[in-house]
């Protein structure tokens, strides 16, 4: 078993409970964790035996252009397009951070963390 993360992924999205979030707009982070057997990519170096992190980045592309009220939201709908849409996933886990959220006061990020 293999862990592949892609950290970091930035997107400019429309995800909030707020009518003004969802107007304005806020900076979200992304990151995601898969958990897969990498033995036959170890062994062949071919990409055909491995998950492709670059359809995993995809996916989470396309649900982030998506508006949504909850971060949970989100993050299931993240969860569900890569296991659905991707083989060789064990478990994954996602982490949605909302930076400068609008909660009255100076913080850097709300997050939910699920895993499946």
């Known amino acids: 078993m293999g862990l ?57 592309k396309m649900q982030m252009e998506q508006k949504s009220h909850l971060l949970e939201h989100i993050a299931g709908r993240i969860l569900e397009a890569v296991f659905s849409e991707m083989e060789g996933i064990t478990k994954a886990t996602v982490k949605v951070s909302k930076m400068n959220p609008p909660m009255g006061g100076k913080i850097q990020s709300v997050s939910v963390v699920i895993t499946r």
């Open 4 to 60: 592949i993360q892609i950290e970091g992924m930035e997107f400019y999205s429309f995800h909030g409970h707020y009518k003004e979030e969802q107007i304005v707009g806020n900076r979200f982070l992304v990151d995601l964790t898969i958990e897969t057997d990498m033995s036959k990519s170890m062994e062949s170096d071919n990409l055909k035996d491995a998950v492709n992190y670059q359809r995993a980045y995809e996916l989470v």
